[in-house]
């Protein structure tokens, strides 16, 4: 069973830089996992931030970017605002013959 | 404006069946992957399926193999999740999603499973 870990939760002041980050019980993850990233708050239905490891969606504030750091993907905040405050979700794709995405457990970013 | 419309959640014994829809509009749903994603209260993220733009390539989680199939109407914009011997550990919000990634989603339709 594949297991994708994320940090359960992270604190950062306004206006800090935090870093998420993403592993897989499979090894290293490489670009060819494809790390998504999702922000989700209270109620509401995720919203996709990052694709294909780096790449932002129109909608993505500048402040996030997505990487890949010590075999990790990573998804970092700089200069992070209230309105931040939320959980965040990573995907990675897992090819082969018994194809599946496999989401991290999520990490619960609070801005305090 | 990309919409992500789902509908059919409901209570339902166990063992029961229920099948979910999903209307799109706003993109070529024929280009598109399809995804379902599901939430279990008070949990994280589940993957649970998704489907090629043609409907020919079908994947699914270990946990729902047998029991729910995916598929899609392109005429119809319309999306689908059929659910069959359901366990309340199927209990949960199910989204539907554009794309492989997931890049835009619906609200969402709850599903319990319960006697």
């Known amino acids: 069973q594949t297991v994708v870990t994320q940090e359960p939760s992270l604190t950062v002041s306004p206006g800090g830089t935090v870093t998420l980050t993403c592993a897989s019980s499979t090894g290293a993850v490489t670009s060819g996992y494809y790390p998504n990233w999702f922000q989700q708050k209270p109620g509401q239905a995720p919203r996709a931030l990052i694709y294909s490891t780096t790449n932002k969606h129109s909608w993505t504030p500048a402040r996030f970017s997505g990487s890949l750091l010590g075999g990790k993907a990573a998804l970092t905040l700089s200069g992070v605002q209230p309105e931040d405050e939320a959980e965040y979700y990573c995907?990675?794709?897992?090819?082969?013959?018994?194809?599946?995405?496999?989401f991290g457990g999520g990490t619960k970013l609070t801005v305090l | 404006e990309v919409q992500l419309v789902e509908s059919g959640g409901g209570l339902v014994q166990p063992g029961g069946s229920l099948r979910l829809s999903c209307a799109a509009s706003?993109?070529?749903?024929?280009?598109?992957?399809m995804t379902w994603v599901r939430q279990a209260p008070g949990k994280g993220l589940e993957w649970v399926a998704n489907i090629k733009e043609d409907g020919s390539d079908k994947y699914y989680v270990d946990s729902v193999k047998g029991r729910f199939t995916i598929s899609r109407d392109n005429a119809k914009s319309s999306l689908y999740l059929q659910m069959h011997s359901l366990r309340a550990e199927d209990t949960a919000v199910y989204y539907c999603?554009?794309?492989?990634?997931?890049?835009?989603w619906g609200q969402g339709t709850m599903v319990t499973v319960s006697s």
């Open positions: 706003g993109f070529t749903f024929s280009r598109s992957w």
């Open positions: 995907l990675l794709y897992y090819g082969g013959a018994q194809l599946s995405w496999v």
């Open positions: 999603a554009k794309g492989r990634g997931g890049d835009f």
